[in-house]
Nanobody, 126 residues
Framework: VQLVESGGGLVQAGGSLRLSCAAS????????IGWFRQAPGKEREGVSCISSSHGSTYYANSVKGRFTITSDNAKNTVYLQMNSLKPEDTAVYYC????????????????????WGQGTQVTVSS
């Protein structure tokens, strides 16, 4: 299993970025793909998740209405469109995957995920 994130960078508050997670080495349709982030001195937190098999999506309250997760199963790629970015969104963003069928109450538990990408830095300036 290999996950490669891209699309991070420096953006001003109110701006947008689109992160990509290119996956390989497994059957994309059987997995849930999640985005987590970790800011300096803080714990890793769930941002969003999509189930490739049934298309359910989940979002942290802090990003609802601003971030959108989508999946292109033909390309084995998941995207995270981030709009109206805020300085508090600054973090390293990680793509991760699990074969466990997640739900609204479990998707943000990092312990359920078993493969992680190397991360991509997102910095939002005020």
């Amino acid at each position: 299993v290999q996950l490669v994130e891209s699309g991070g960078g420096l953006v001003q508050a109110g701006g947008s970025l689109r992160l990509s997670c290119a996956a390989s080495g497994f059957t994309f349709d059987d997995y849930a793909i999640g985005w987590f982030r970790q800011a300096p001195g803080k714990e890793r937190e769930g941002v969003s998740c999509i189930s490739s098999s049934h298309g359910s999506t989940y979002y942290a309250n802090s990003v609802k209405g601003r971030f959108t997760i989508t999946s292109d199963n033909a390309k084995n790629t998941v995207y995270l469109q981030m709009n109206s970015l805020k300085p508090e969104d600054t973090a390293v963003y990680y793509c991760t995957t699990t074969r466990i069928r997640v739900s609204s109450g479990t998707w943000s538990l990092a312990i359920l995920y078993d493969s992680w990408g190397q991360g991509t830095q997102v910095t939002v300036s005020s």
